[in-house]
T-cell receptor
Framework: QKEVEQDPGPLSVPEGAIVSLNCTYS??????FMWYRQYSRKGPELLMY????GNKEDGRFTAQVDKSSKYISLFIRDSQPSDSATYLC??????????FGTGTRLTIIP | DGGITQSPKYLFRKEGQNVTLSCEQN?????MYWYRQDPGQGLRLIYY???????QKGDIAEGYSVSREKKESFPLTVTSAQKNPTAFYLC????????????FGPGTRLLVL
């Protein structure tokens, strides 16, 4: 079993829809959680960073962490074609090393 | 402009050849990392360095070597011992001791001739 599981998709949704992306993890020692967006043939860019359980909002993006269920989510509201990318979850024990999910490929259909 | 640069964007390797990928950052970050990305496998850590003149193996270090002679530079050499080098290589840096976030360069795609 992988430490971090992420559905690879692909996921296609119409423009304007709410997108939900998820990761589960097996090690309860993970403390820090991140979401990265990666466009094709580019490096990942940091979208969201959270430390504790609960929600964190930034514009159209909301990151949710449920440590009791070992489950994290990223919600995208009013999705745009420019949101089409691969989304990677990542998490850390606090030792400056990240463990990544495999990524979910998302396509927003105009 | 602050950031991480990687060169070249594309690199071709012949059988038995060593090749070196460049990574430079001007963010004044202490820690630097090298990852390999293959389709369906996510990012896997090759080597990382938390301070100049020191580095540690990651999960897939075999066939690779690194050096960290300067804070801003962390080159990766793909040696002939790496039998399956075709992949997308990503360099990252972080402000060690501050938070856990890492910032990535644009990547180098390595192809075998």
């Amino acid at each position: 079993q992988k430490e971090v599981e992420q559905d690879p998709g692909p996921l296609s949704v119409p423009e304007g829809a709410i997108v939900s992306l998820n990761c589960t993890y097996s090690n309860s020692a993970f403390q820090y959680f991140m979401w990265y967006r990666q466009y094709s043939r580019k490096g990942p860019e940091l979208l969201m960073y959270t430390y504790s359980s609960g929600n964190k909002e930034d514009g159209r993006f909301t990151a949710q962490v449920d440590k009791s269920s070992k489950y994290i989510s990223l919600f995208i509201r009013d999705s745009q074609p420019s949101d089409s990318a691969t989304y990677l979850c990542a998490m850390s024990f606090g030792n400056e090393k990240l463990t990544f999910g495999t990524g979910t490929r998302l396509t927003i259909i105009p | 402009d602050g950031g991480i640069t990687q060169s070249p964007k594309y690199l071709f390797r012949k059988e038995g050849q060593n090749v070196t990928l460049s990574c430079e950052q001007n963010l004044n970050h202490d820690a630097m990392y090298w990852y390999r990305q293959d389709p369906g496998q996510g990012l896997r850590l090759i080597y990382y360095s938390q301070i100049v003149n020191d580095f540690q193996k990651g999960d897939i270090a075999e066939g690779y070597s690194v050096s960290r002679e300067k804070k801003e530079s962390f080159p990766l050499t793909v040696t002939s011992a790496q039998k399956n080098p075709t992949a997308f290589y990503l360099c990252a840096s972080s402000n060690a001791g501050n938070d856990e976030t890492q910032y990535f360069g644009p990547g180098t795609r390595l192809l075998v001739l």
